[in-house]
């Protein structure tokens, strides 16, 4: 505990991140963002010519599509829903007083058709769903959203907004497997690059309640979520900062996805936490990258 | 009204957007985020070397700061409140059985810290504040921000969710309208230089209610905010692409924030709509940036 409000007091003594009274919610300062951009670059450059089709999302996606992916099943604690205000001019008048007064003027709002982004892949399944069968080879994706979840912390290494940048492949349950592996070497690879201490191993993904017990065990007995582990707050719970995740037929069954042949479409992903991988090159390189190793300092194209 | 459809769905049929089932939140193809990062590259180019902080604000911000900076009593219909899940596993199951009968389930959603950020600056003058008093000479930032408004719409130029970037000078009331007026020839040079036709229009916001009108009236009386506009999709009511606010003391009162001599602050602050900035590169020169003319591509730095 105290090593974690060190670790973000000094961020915010020198100015990487910008408190603003909520915990989790950070401004970013120009060095901090221009580490984000040169990772971003060494992962195109890692993953090489795929031909994987590049989309970026808002940070807020399609209500509708947020209830079909069955977040609110596991993870109901962490999404945020978007609400407006939607009353009349008395409505408003009735606001405005309970504002002055310090009273729950919240109340009113109405859920609007836009839910924050949980990660980064949800908004594609449907969207990929709506053109038709896949290719034959399957498809693959390169994409990057702002992402939100409900866990206040002063751990800065569990942000409330923060960016995930994933490839998502669909196809055949061996085509996405064999990505998936792949990406858990090339993971290592990537952050060896870097001069970072990891380890991989299986998730523990915080399913919600009592019947919460029974995902996490299914998950973890099927391999379903490894994730790669960096030390940033604590040498004895490294913070995921790669998660590496197969989905079975999940998405493929919730959307009709469909392979060339026709069968129900598998989907693997590879997710990249952002301002994780930040905080673990600040961490374990100092708070100035002007300093940091030469080697890392190449490998980040500067 | 179909002029602004058919470039939809032009956008659509062309890849640059993608549709997502909500008017005003739509996906971007690589070649759109091209688009955007260019663009940012020629603001900075045209700038200089200001010395402006450079800050990055994530999309979400401080909900008590969201109060206090008066939004609600102007724009109540336009802001997003984040709400959570905060229930039990009693909660949740009725949470789940609401959502398995397609009835409401965000009715025990409850409002969280967190307000989407509605303008680039609004989360900045309670950060400089808390600083202290201004330098002697003022402060400039150089910021940029995912932002919301909750306005569905099928003209593409007017997003639910949409990044702006902007400029904002604090200091002493002559300091900030010599930047603001620097800034409106700035803007028509800059483009003129991406052949965009412009022409700069005292703005008219849509002020809620009646009592709005009072609000409008004053914002142009005294010439609080100019627009520099381009036709989009329509020659008569062309779309704000940059614009130019003078807040006089508003924000300094607000929040405190002193000069160097102890005076309240004046600011003000100029904004590029980035999506509608793209939108016009796209409506004026073609879909396909590889065929826009050679002056445009240089002034972009292709």
């Known amino acids: 505990m105290d090593m974690q409000i060190s670790l973000l ?44 089709e590049v989309i970026r999302f808002p940070p807020g996606m399609n209500r509708a599509h947020f209830e079909g992916s069955g977040y609110m099943k596991n993870f109901p604690q962490l999404a945020g829903t978007v609400h407006s205000f939607c009353g009349c001019e008395l409505d408003h008048q009735n606001l405005i007083k309970c504002m002055a007064e310090g009273s729950d003027w919240t109340e009113g709002q109405k859920a609007s058709d836009i839910v924050l982004t949980p990660a980064a892949c949800y908004p594609l399944y449907p969207i990929v769903a709506r053109r038709g069968p896949l290719a034959s080879g399957g498809a693959l994706f390169n994409i990057q959203s702002y992402c939100f979840r409900h866990e206040p912390s002063n751990d800065p290494a569990r942000m409330q907004l923060f960016r995930m940048r994933e490839f998502v492949r669909l196809g055949r349950p061996e085509d996405v497997m064999a990505f998936r592996g792949e990406w858990m070497e090339k993971g290592k690879e990537l952050m060896g690059s870097l001069e970072m201490p990891v380890e991989v191993d299986v998730a523990n993904d915080p ?96």
Request: proline share 3%; aromatic share 10%.
């Open 9 to 52: 007091d000094r961020l915010f003594d020198s100015g990487l991140l910008i408190d603003t009274g909520v915990e989790g919610v950070y401004a970013r300062s120009g060095t901090f963002e221009d580490v984000i951009t040169a990772f971003e670059g060494l992962i195109d450059r890692f993953a090489g010519n795929t031909g994987a």
């Open 207 to 302: 399913f919600f309640g009592r019947a919460g017990r029974l995902l996490k065990n299914n998950q973890r007995d099927q391999n379903l979520k490894f994730e790669l582990l960096i030390p940033i707050n604590s040498v004895a719970n490294p913070t995921a900062c790669m998660s590496f995740n197969y989905h079975q037929d999940h998405f493929g069954s919730t959307w009709g996805l469909k392979t060339a042949d026709g069968e129900t479409a598998h989907t693997a992903c590879v997710g990249f936490g952002l301002e994780r991988i930040a905080l673990a090159l600040f961490h374990h390189h100092g708070l100035d990258p002007k300093l940091w190793p030469a080697s890392v300092r190449k490998a980040l194209g500067h």
